[in-house]
């Protein structure tokens, strides 16, 4: 029955399928080609998979080149000490993968500064958000407890395209950085914060992702996050899924 309606809304969207999840962590899955086939059967084409530390980069890389899914690639807070040798890296990676489409996760997070020092974190934001500048690519930004400073730094830096991962500001600060042009990114969580947030956010600036498997099950999920935004922004579900897959297609170049 479900997939029933999930078929006519593909047809009538003239894409199939039509969700996308812009951020999901696939090498932390067990099997991960059963993951992506799953997630293409309940409708989710484009997916976005993330790295973190070196390990977790080259685990996404190497899944990049067997699957047809796309990919961030960067040293996330939490690594930005111990494995800022692997930024060097980064550019090659990216040229030499073209379904790595952005530098990401990067960013600060105040809940880690005992393994990860707040110094060693901006540096590292700073110069893989200078390499993104310098491929022309979009960010893809983790910030907790530090979306302020965050948006200062992008701000300071002259950054164009940044993907606020799953977004934890509120609605003044959704609105304030949709203007500058930036997405954000709705987790799979309910709230009455982030209800507000898809409310105040213009559609355009609006994606959808599961960051499975740590906060949603797996990259079906996404449908879900999808369905909400269709709910609170009064559109059918397929025409916010169209929507929301342009808006990671234009972002991204895909
Ligand atoms: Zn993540």
Redesign the pocket.
Known sequence: MQQTTQMAQYERAGVIPAFSDA?C?LELFDNVKKTIVDARNSGVGIIIT?G?SKERNLMTLDILKGNDVFGVVGIDPESAGRERAFIDDITEIVKTSNRMIGIG?IGLDSTVLGRSDIHEQRFAFEKQIDIAMELDIPVVI?ARRALKEVAEILERKGVRRAVF??FEGNEEQAKDLSKKGYLISIPPISSGRIKKVINVTDINNLVAET?SP?VGKTPSDAIGVIEEIARIKNVESADAAEIIMENIKNYFYI
Do not use: F, M, T, W
Request: charged share 20%; net charge negative.
């Open positions: 951020h962590h993330a973190g996760e983790h991962h799953y960051d740590v």
